[in-house]
T-cell receptor
Framework: QQPVQSPQAVILREGEDAVINCSSS?????VHWYRQKHGEAPVFLMI?????EQKGHDKISASFNEKKQQSSLYLTASQLSYSGTYFC??????????????FGQGTILTVHP | EPEVTQTPSHQVTQMGQEVILRCVPI?????FYWYRQILGQKVEFLVS????????KSEIFDDQFSVERPDGSNFTLKIRSTKLEDSAMYFC????????????FGPGTRLTVL
């Protein structure tokens, strides 16, 4: 079962904030966030492992609530370079499931000047 | 900075033909993956590979697909008899470890089946 991302699309002006959510119906071991620009490969942003963990670099951060089986990506003071499609990839615990990322359908983020 | 490379960048083939997509993972990485992305859709897991064996495969990865590490650097995906619905971007990825480790994606090969 793929994780569900919301919203499907976000339009921002430079400097505005956004939150992208990723929810799963199954227990999760980790959540991986990627950004993909049109015609390019997904670029790794961050991994969240433990329940309640928060990570961040620059103005992009994320949280992972293991009990709720959901993760949120926070983009603050958005820049034009943040535009792209954001995917969460979830990893289930157990055996050969490790490393198998199941991606959500993506959230299209557009930042305007 | 080390990166995953893939060749060719674009492959056009006729339905029923065999194609081999090539990847060179990052040199100290031990785990290798293939994903595909149909135009406008999400990225889908195909297969993971470690120690010259398939670790996990998805329902998409049927008998028409195979993977191989023919030497110490290349990792290949073969599609034996391509179908129209195989048209997609195919991404190779690699990671040092398995669980929770960062997977670095290559630039992709766009496969077009006519």
């Amino acid at each position: 079962q793929q994780p569900v991302q919301s919203p499907q699309a976000v339009i921002l002006r430079e400097g505005e904030d956004a939150v992208i959510n990723c929810s799963s119906s199954k227990a999760l071991y980790s959540v991986h966030w990627y950004r993909q620009k049109h015609g390019e490969a997904p670029v790794f942003l961050m991994i969240l492992l433990k329940g309640g963990e928060q990570k961040g670099h620059d103005k992009i951060s994320a949280s992972f609530n293991e009990k709720k089986q959901q993760s949120s990506l926070y983009l603050t003071a958005s820049q034009l370079s943040y535009s792209g499609t954001y995917f969460c990839g979830t990893e289930k615990p157990g055996g050969t499931s490790y490393g198998k990322l199941t991606f959500g359908q993506g959230t299209i983020l557009t930042v305007h000047p | 900075e080390p990166e995953v490379t893939q060749t060719p960048s674009h492959q056009v083939t006729q339905m029923g033909q065999e194609v081999i997509l090539r990847c060179v993972p990052i040199s100290n990485h031990l785990y290798f993956y293939w994903y595909r992305q149909i135009l406008g859709q999400k990225v889908e897991f195909l297969v993971s590979f470690y120690n010259n064996e398939i670790s996990e495969k998805s329902e998409i990865f049927d008998d028409q697909f195979s993977v191989e590490r023919p030497d110490g650097s290349n990792f290949t995906l073969k599609i034996r008899s391509t179908k129209l619905e195989d048209s997609a971007m195919y991404f190779c990825a690699s990671s040092v470890g398995l669980a929770t480790d960062t997977q670095y994606f290559g630039p992709g090969t766009r496969l077009t089946v006519l």
